[in-house]
């Protein structure tokens, strides 16, 4: 569904802010989602494909991750904040961002983010946004002519404050383009939040409960979530643009670089 408005063809823009809404959307035919986790999936997976990691094979279950490291994949997984027993490492971005992976391709599983990509995976396009890609990202969806729907991860279907204020930063760089305009209520409320918080994403941040489970209470994966350059690769990807596609039904990999 697209709109005229002032006898301009216009894009919509939706943002459903848990997973647990994503069966009610309103926007029809093709659209591209957006997938946000904050905290932290979207930002480690734009620290990823940074860092030249070949593929990313997200995964809903702890089984599927399981049977994955049988055969000899590296494993990111996580629950609760929580590294599990048979994973390599976490959910942190910094797990991502060292030479032991680059080129090799990581099976993914975490508590929100790799969930809604499982929603996600028929849409026309996914793409995943954090506020290390936001400028890259936004060029990226004014050229593709396309209804957007920003999906938040949120906190086990509950709705989250630091994925909602990136709703807003983005939706608030996609209407200076004359071809968006919001549709619904939340995208509205979205980019109401990111005005209050534009001035200190940390320190709106730092409100989120979700900070203050377990490992994401760390300050440098809070800070560097809220787009603070604090690590040196952090310069290779600010601005840089991560789309992925599906090869099959579940590898994912980078375009756009």
């Not at 894009?11 to 997938?35: A, H, Q």
């Not at 990313?56 to 590296?74: F, N, T, W």
């Not at 608030?172 to 209050?196: G, V, Y």
Request: some cysteine; charged content about 20%.
């Amino acid at each position: 569904m697209h709109i005229i408005f002032n006898n301009i063809y216009m894009n919509t823009i939706e943002v459903c802010l848990t997973p647990k809404l994503f069966d009610e959307i309103i926007t029809k035919g093709n659209y591209i989602v957006v997938m946000v986790d904050i905290l932290r999936a979207s930002t480690s997976i734009c620290a990823a494909f940074a860092n030249d990691v070949k593929a990313i094979i997200p995964v809903a279950s702890l089984d599927e991750a399981r049977e994955y490291k049988k055969k000899g994949y590296l494993v990111a997984s996580e629950r609760d904040g929580k590294v599990l027993d048979f994973a390599d490492f976490g959910n942190s971005a910094f797990n991502f961002m060292t030479k032991d992976v680059v080129g090799t391709t990581i099976v993914y599983s975490t508590t929100n983010g790799t969930q809604a990509i499982d929603l996600a995976k028929h849409s026309k396009g996914l793409a995943i946004g954090a506020f290390t890609n936001l400028s890259a990202l936004t060029t990226y969806l004014i050229h593709q002519n396309s209804n957007i729907v920003i999906l938040c991860s949120g906190w086990k279907n509950k709705f989250n404050l630091e994925d909602t204020i990136f709703a807003g930063a983005l939706i608030e760089r996609l209407i200076l383009d004359a071809h968006f305009k919001m549709d619904c209520d939340a995208a509205e409320a979205s980019l109401d939040l990111w005005k209050m918080a534009k001035d200190n994403p940390l320190a709106y941040v730092e409100k989120a409960a979700h900070r203050h489970r377990h490992e994401c209470g760390r300050h440098e994966d809070r800070y560097f979530g809220a787009g603070y350059a604090i690590h040196p690769a952090t310069r290779a990807f600010i601005g840089h643009f991560t789309l992925l596609r599906y090869e099959g039904t579940c590898r994912l990999v980078c375009e756009g670089r």
